[in-house]
């Protein structure tokens, strides 16, 4: 039987796990609550049957799980309202929230409470996220917890703490490179005679190929791209003309800007 959830700031992410929960038919609405200061915003979530209210009492008080989405600047805040409320032999602790370290929460909690660092995606709403968990003791069965938890919206890794600013920024920000690389490779398709709507769709397939085909075989992009160059064929020659304007470093340059912006984004807030 999966464990009643509770989603603490059910903003953007928040939603978008809860909808993924649900879609993957794992999870049922009324086991999933969701707190928003106005509550009324989360009106259309109420109507799909999830416990909605703006008491984080009442959500943390019939859940096991906690999934914390709030900004970074709010956690604190909130961290102290719930203290009291969370059972130690009861409730694991999921965050969300960027660049807050396990050892800050459980300072103001405290050490007992089980806690996991987890960054999922925008895509745990279809299903597709890259989402990476941690926690700072090692413990076999929290890891797992969530590791079932956000197996059902996508692919889970289990990776050190410190790594995870590296992930926020290739994973969760990560979204938002290849989306945009989506958008130029169609605004290339508008230039060269497809209509707008054409050419965003056959960009944006293109690209779900293209991971599908690491996904599915495992395989290292090399591998993939030498398979459609040919001698002096139109392939080799764009990606030539890319890499001489700098497409693979400023990608990564972009990773590693994120990376370190990542990284004080709490300490911006606090």
């Keep these: ?25 794992k999870y049922d609405s009324a086991s999933i609550a969701l707190t928003r200061r106005r509550a009324t915003l989360l009106e259309s979530f109420k109507n799909r049957g999830f416990y909605v209210t703006a008491s984080n009492e009442e959500a943390i008080k019939r859940s096991e799980v906690i999934i914390i989405a709030v900004e970074p600047s709010q956690i604190k805040d909130l961290l102290n309202q719930i203290g009291s409320f969370l059972n130690t032999d009861k ?3 999921i965050s969300v929230v960027s660049g807050v370290e396990i050892a800050y929460m459980k300072s103001i909690l405290s ?19 890259m989402t990476c968990i941690c926690t700072d003791n090692g413990n076999s069965d929290i890891l797992d917890t969530a590791t079932e938890i956000f197996n059902t919206v996508g692919k889970t ?13 290739l994973c969760a920000c990560g979204v938002a490179f290849f989306l945009r690389s989506i958008r130029a490779a169609s605004q290339g ?13 056959m960009a ?26 040919t001698p002096r064929g139109c392939t080799i020659a764009g ?23 990542a990284a004080t984004l709490h300490s911006d807030k606090e």
């Excluded at 009643?4 to 928040?14: D, R, T, V």
């Excluded at 050190?160 to 992930?167: G, K, P, R, S, W």
């Excluded at 398709?189 to 769709?201: C, P, V």
């Design 1 to 25: 039987m999966s464990k009643k959830i509770a989603i603490l700031g059910a903003g953007n992410i928040g939603t978008a796990i809860a909808t993924g929960l649900v879609d993957s038919g």
């Design 91 to 93: 409730h694991l602790l």
């Design 111 to 129: 050490d007992k409470i089980h806690v996991v660092r987890a960054m999922p995606n925008t895509a745990i709403a279809i299903g597709e996220s």
């Design 157 to 169: 890794v289990s990776i050190l703490e410190e790594q995870m600013m590296a992930a926020t920024a």
């Design 189 to 201: 398709g508008i230039e060269i005679g497809f209509h707008a709507h054409e050419a965003l769709k």
């Design 204 to 229: 944006a397939q293109t690209a779900k190929g293209a991971a599908s085909l690491l996904a599915d075989k495992d395989n290292h992009p090399e591998f993939e791209i030498d398979r459609v160059t």
């Design 239 to 261: 990606l030539n003309e890319m890499e001489h304007s700098g497409f693979s470093s400023a990608m990564i340059k972009g990773i590693l800007h994120s990376a370190k912006k």
